[in-house]
């Protein structure tokens, strides 16, 4: 009897631990019945179909998401064609709420598990080892009417319908408990075949929050697994140098005590790789977790934080109450740490929310300058509150998944769509993080950030951009032609700061043709070169190597403005022209990157007096 777990992820690079946490809850005894198929939502059906096809499976278990769903409904209707014996049963918070439904719209399926999975797939997985022990053992000396009676689905409904935390094409069984977190096996025993993927790991379930939108509001109470069991589990992720791992806690710092020692762990025993992802909620941040935060080894963690409107009207109605203000002092506190990576959430079209509104949220948001800020579009996700009270709200959402938010009683699908070029051009040119220094001084132009994504979609529009996917020294050109257009009198100054952008990423093959000709500086950059060969005041850790060599490996770029000095050059904004040029040099060193943002490491000088300072 094989049973076969199929997940589809949106992904390569993710994994689905739901199906290896069923395997590894069956126990050694069954798992030998249990084989798993991961795909990605990028894979043709009919590739999907065929794999699945040469496996031969007796009972198929889908787990469905929001991201899979639509493929998993095309081979429900596929695979009874091909495989009419097989049984096929879904699970998943996508097939948890409406279970019903569903199973009225695939009447073929044998069912779906509701609810945490682990404990109900053992016992289904039992009953058909079960069934086809107790099949293989008399049924031959069965009669013909007695084989076609054990075939009966009444029969085997009767059976099922002992086994808590299932919905039937006869109903739902009995409701099943919450699970006991120290109950679930470690999923990662062997690490082979996550090559390249992210692990994903859990720690507790649950949140303590009740988000109107969000389906972790129903899974109650918070569970945590036991401390000493988790220190055993990240050690052997640390021991195994594994890239990534990501909590996928709800609210990872709701409970103090197992977040502090959780911290506390990995920073005592970090092996200088791996990096910790966590989802926290920033505001109920105490003063010692800040202090072990601002300890961590930079890209030792990293944090997401919800933060989802600055409106106080539209959090309340989402039930969400946080500081906001305590929240702007725990991110700026983490910043001037310089050490964690933190990714800020918005979600537009929620409860009393209009385009002013959200830009008003947008502006808040975006000036605790956090390295991502993702605008995200509500979800109105079957069995939440926000999917109960959509017609109250005017909410008006896709059919299909990912459900997403149209229009509400306060924002059209006009502004929606506004919002949509806005949400590209902070993915292009923020989150990207390759315009760091242009953007802050591209501000000083508009009235406020989300003023200026608005004009650069704009703009975007008017040329043609949108959906053209431009190459990045394009993308750098257009950035030029926007800010020249708008503000036209510093246009030396943008064609610098993005010269000093491009080459703090990467060292170019191709010169931006926006960028200094280098012919009049040639002889200082070589001569600098030569002294830096002989004297290595810059440049460690190129033992070896010829000034020619360091020059191919390294950059000397000339600037008239400090662009690398950001106060500096946004306190001259209004009086450009009064700012005295520099003459001076950023040397940058791709050796070394800060492990954020990938920047080069740089130094800035006067090639001819000597003077540096470092970047």
Known sequence: MKFLLA????KYIHSNPAVYSLRAYAGEGLRQYVE??????????????????????????????????????????????LLPKTRLWLGGPEATYGADVILGKYPWLSGIMVGEGEETFKELLEYYVNSEKAEESSYTALTEPEKDYMQEKPCVQKRLREISGLCLPTGYTGQRGLMDMNSIPFLYDDLSVFQNRIIYYESSRGCPFCCSYCLSSVEKPVRVRDIGVVKRELQFFLDNRVKQVKFVDRTFNCHHAHAM??????????????????EISADILQEDE???LREMRPGLVQLEIGVQSANPQTLAAIHRSPDLERLERAVAAIGRGSNIHQHLDLIAGLPYEDFESFGKSFDRVYRMRPHQLQ?????????????????????RCLEQP???VLCTRWLSYEEVLRLKGIEEMVETYYNSMQFTHTLPFLEKAFSGPFAM?????????????????PARSYRYRLLLDFASRRDGAREAVYRELLTYDMYLRENLKSRPEFAHDLKDYKEEISSFYKKEAAERRFLDGYEGCDWKQLSRMTHLEPFAYPVWDMPKLLEGYDDIEAMEPEGGFALFDYG???????EAKTWQFAVMRGEESQG
């Open 7 to 10: 997940a589809i992820n949106a």
């Open 36 to 81: 798993l198929a991961e795909y990605t939502i990028n894979q043709p059906m009919e590739e999907i179909l065929a794999d699945i096809y040469r496996r031969r499976p007796e009972v198929i278990g889908f787990s469905c998401y929001i991201w899979n769903w639509r493929l998993i409904q095309e081979l429900l209707w596929e695979l009874p064609k």
């Open 261 to 278: 020692a959780v911290w506390r762990y990995i920073q005592t025993h970090d092996n200088g790789v791996t990096n910790f992802h966590f």
């Open 290 to 292: 800040l202090a072990l």
């Open 375 to 395: 605008l995200g579009f509500l979800k109105v996700l079957r069995g939440s509150e926000m999917w109960e009270r959509a017609g109250e709200y005017g909410i």
């Open 402 to 404: 990912p459900y997403e």
């Open 453 to 469: 994504y608005e004009a650069l979609a704009d703009f975007y529009r008017e040329r043609g951009c949108f959906g053209a996917n």
């Open 592 to 598: 070394k990157r800060n492990p954020l943002n990938y």
